[in-house]
């Protein structure tokens, strides 16, 4: 290997070393958790332990990764450059890695991506869960108009009943059928109301932490001596291999 190739090696190192001594550095930090049923009545079925199904999970990893988690993750800390991921792990646990500038902000941001997302589900659930009980309190209302127009009929139908009970036995029949099955309806719909008021007041199931966020003691990344180090070695290489090419082609 000659001098000149020797040379080039270092400089091309020392190059390398300085573009990566002065690049930002970027601490790592992660949060892994299992995400949580979020259906009330399946939560008591399993005495509150309930996890997702893999359907739940991939719901909640595509929350994470919109950019409404984004926007606010921003807005909470407007001078970090930060970036992250979430991947789901092989035991369906999902997994938020982020690289900041800052060591105690990657930790911070971490912890963030997961709180946030609890909160916007919950939301979600609420806007569902009162569209549900909307819909329960106009179908009560309908019901107890059906009730109403039933109850006038079979008033009718008793009071004719008085002088012709035989001719109308089957209507009267037939109608306090129709006035019972409305009355099930009726206590169906206010036993739906009820969960559906406690589904209100329920706070929505936080994600279950398997490890929080540590705050990282160094930066993320190959060292700038060891970058600096494999540019040489892969430029005096490349130099050796260009010189033996040479003396064969000669």
């Known amino acids: 290997m000659t001098r000149s190739t020797i040379l080039l090696s270092l400089v091309v190192g020392f190059i390398f070393f300085g573009l990566a001594f002065i690049r930002p550095p970027k601490y790592n930090s992660e949060i892994a958790v299992f995400v949580p049923l979020t259906l009330l009545e399946k939560q008591i079925e399993q005495n509150g332990i309930g996890f997702g199904a893999p359907a739940e999970i991939d719901a909640h990893i595509e929350l994470m990764r919109s950019p409404r988690i984004s926007s606010e993750l921003k807005s909470i800390f407007p001078k970090s450059n930060f970036d992250f991921e979430v991947s789901k792990t092989r035991n369906n646990a999902v997994l938020v890695e982020v690289w900041a500038s800052d060591a ?4 911070l941001i971490a912890q963030k991506v997961v709180d946030i997302t609890d909160s916007l589900k919950q939301i979600m659930l609420l806007q569902n869960v009162g569209q549900s009980h909307a819909f329960v309190n ?5 019901t107890r108009r059906d009730m109403d127009s039933l109850q006038v009929i079979l008033d009718s139908l008793r009071i004719a009943a008085i002088e012709d009970s035989i001719a109308l036995a089957s209507e009267v029949f037939k109608y ?4 019972g099955s ?4 009726l206590n169906q719909l206010k036993i739906r109301r009820q969960q559906l008021d406690a589904y209100l007041k329920a706070p929505a199931p936080k994600s279950y932490i398997i490890y929080a966020p540590e ?7 190959i060292p700038a001596w060891a ?5 040489a070695v892969l430029s005096a ?3 050796y291999a260009w ?8």
């Not at 105690?104 to 930790?107: D, K, Y």
């Not at 106009?138 to 309908?142: D, F, T, V």
């Not at 705050?215 to 990344?221: D, R, V």
Request: glycine letters at 8%.
């Open 104 to 107: 105690e902000t990657s930790a």
């Open 138 to 142: 106009e179908s009560l209302k309908e």
């Open 176 to 179: 306090e059928h129709l006035f």
């Open 182 to 185: 409305e009355v099930v309806a």
């Open 215 to 221: 705050i990282p003691k160094e930066a993320s990344g």
């Open 227 to 231: 970058i600096g180090l494999i540019a």
């Open 237 to 239: 290489s490349a130099g």
């Open 243 to 250: 010189q033996i090419y040479r003396k064969q082609t000669a």
